[in-house]
């Protein structure tokens, strides 16, 4: 059984672990940098100790410390949240080889969906629908011209390693192609070290869907629903939500069905998110896979009543998952802001500093995730992300009007905030009568008309 887990991240995530590990009676030990020595998830856990100075190599992504670390302190495993390195296959070897235990898929199955051109090469070989485009990775800029005349522009050519928007470039015709080739490849290797791109029909105005998949060691797989994360910013997902009434439930259930046959075909083992596009059509196509438990994973839990970070210390403990697909019951709706430390008036600017003072709303089917506090200093270092407002209710329109309310009760005083953006989001006409899309804030959400 584990019985002790090392949590190797921060913020929100790190707490959000431990509240779960102190529920189920294990141990946790918490690991902070030297600028994360006043974080809230140091004080929960039952040890902490400093991983190492500010800079992130040194500290949230130093793997021989954090190894050194769980050894010393006899941790039986490591959970490693979502970002840093929860989807660092050489993380997970090291992990294998020590005898550690990874909260987390297999190594070769990370290794797998990491690669975005693999992944889609293995959902074209296991009959999964994805968007026209190539097979794997482009050779050269002259094979990109070659297939972005055979597909039609526009395309999008996107690292092959990647993720967040890096490597990636919309080419709209063939003038542009060398040039995007050389940017998105160069962009590409600073960011992640490989330079490989691959290529895609760019679907104009998509739906992002994902749907929540679990599989454990005895051949069960299973999905926990979709959401839909089509409000975002620069490919950044600003809310998200359980699905509404843009698909129907015969396309809901196709949905799920193709989520579970990714899980079955790779044997995918623990929490994972098979992600999707939606044209205007209504055809669904996959896009990637990650590896990891999701920021917006609380949305899943709300409309569930599962506790995905219990079920995925369970599976890593290699229990069977403890209920069956009809099981599973989907209630009401869920929407999830997330509450950044910037200001939407300065170009989403970062505003770390003191929160002066700060109110979290409550009441019946709210919940807020943090990691900050009245004196916290928020350091310029990291994701401007300090917490995550989820409401539930019976159906969206309640729900968004609970949402109204949780959000009117938010006082965060000392630095900038987005409440006030997420305020004006919600309340947007395409956003209340289920219309936006990905790009939907770029080209129509101004803040400054606004």
């Not at 709303?361 to 270092?381: E, H, K, L, S, W």
């Not at 917490?387 to 539930?392: H, V």
Request: proline share 4%; net charge negative.
């Amino acid at each position: 059984m584990i019985k002790k887990i090392l949590i190797a991240n921060r913020g929100d995530i790190a707490v959000r672990i431990i509240r779960t590990c102190k529920e189920l009676d294990i141990q946790t030990v918490a690991i902070y940098s030297d600028v994360d020595k006043e974080c809230f998830h140091r004080y929960l856990a039952d040890e902490s100790i400093c991983i190492g100075p500010n800079n992130i190599s040194k500290s949230y992504n130093n793997i021989d410390n954090i190894i050194y670390l769980a050894l010393k302190l006899e941790c039986d495993a490591i959970h490693p949240g979502f970002g840093f390195l929860s989807e660092n296959a050489e993380f997970a070897k090291k992990c294998e080889d020590n005898g550690i235990i990874l909260i987390g898929p297999k190594m070769e199955q990370m290794i797998l969906m990491g690669d975005k051109s693999r992944a889609r090469e293995t959902m074209i070989e296991l009959n999964i629908p994805v968007v026209p485009g190539s097979k794997g990775v482009l050779k050269n800029k002259e094979e990109a011209l070659l297939l972005a005349t055979e597909i039609g522009y526009p395309v999008i050519i996107k690292a092959s390693n990647g993720g967040g928007g890096k490597g990636m470039r919309i080419i709209t015709c063939e003038d542009e192609v060398f040039s995007s080739f050389d940017i998105a490849s160069s962009e590409a290797f600073s960011a992640f070290g490989s330079n490989e791109l691959y290529m895609e029909k760019f679907i104009e105005n998509p739906r992002h869907i994902e749907v929540q998949v679990f599989g454990d060691n005895f051949g069960n797989a299973i999905h926990l629903g979709g959401r839909d994360c089509s409000m975002q910013r620069r490919n950044q997902k600003v809310l998200e939500e359980s699905l509404g009434s843009y698909l129907n439930e015969e396309e809901k259930n196709y949905l799920y069905k193709t989520a579970v046959d990714v899980v079955k075909g790779i044997g995918y083992l623990g929490a994972g998110t098979i992600e999707f596009i939606v044209d205007a059509n209504k055809n669904i196509y996959f896009i990637e896979m990650n590896t990891r438990i999701q920021v917006e994973h609380p949305v899943t839990e709300m409309i569930t009543g599962i506790d995905l970070i219990k079920l995925q210390i369970s599976i890593a403990d290699k229990k069977p998952i403890p209920f069956n697909q009809e099981e599973i019951v989907f209630r009401g709706h869920a929407i999830e802001c997330r509450i950044n430390a910037e200001n939407p008036y300065n170009d989403f600017r970062p505003c770390p500093g003191k929160i002066t003072s700060i109110n979290i709303p409550g009441g019946f089917g709210v919940r807020f995730d943090t990691f900050v506090y009245a004196g916290y200093t928020i350091p310029p270092i990291y994701d401007s992300m300090i917490g995550k407002l989820i409401c539930w209710d019976e159906d969206r329109n309640q729900c968004i009007k609970k949402i109204n309310r949780a959000l009117e009760e938010i006082i965060i005083e000392g630095i900038d905030t987005n409440i006030e953006f997420q305020k004006l989001l919600i309340n947007s006409e395409a956003f209340l009568n289920d219309r936006h899309y990905t790009k939907f804030i770029e080209n129509e959400f101004i803040v400054e008309d606004i």
